[in-house]
């Protein structure tokens, strides 16, 4: 993959990322109009972005799901006995819901 022009990286980087004052970002935006080599690079730069982006939320999707795995099974090791607590929980906090809602 070609690399990124030093020269506007700096430039696209703020921009991007909204680190320019008004001032700055509108004159940087001119640019792109009339610089097709910025413009280009800031498509590139975008895409990058991107798939750095989808790149990060596959992995933190993966260990949610991990992670999902892990307390399933926990769940299941659990006895009746161990749980009684977990339920007793979600049931005081249905009737503190059911009770704020009808008696408002």
Not at 2 to 15: C, G, L, S, T, W
Not at 44 to 56: A, H, L, N
Not at 84 to 100: D, E, G, K, S
């Amino acid at each position: 993959m070609k690399n990124f022009n030093q020269k506007y990286f700096d430039e696209i980087n703020a921009y991007h990322f909204d680190e320019l004052d008004a001032e700055e970002r509108t004159l940087f935006e001119a640019m792109l109009i009339i610089n097709p080599d910025l413009s280009d690079e800031y498509e590139r730069f975008k895409s990058v972005i991107t798939i750095i982006k989808e790149e990060q939320r596959v992995e933190l999707l993966q260990a949610f799901k991990q992670e999902d795995k892990g307390l399933d099974k926990d769940l299941l090791h659990m006895t009746l006995k161990s749980k009684l607590p977990l339920y007793l929980t979600i049931a005081a906090i249905i009737i503190v819901f059911l009770l704020v809602f009808f008696l408002r």
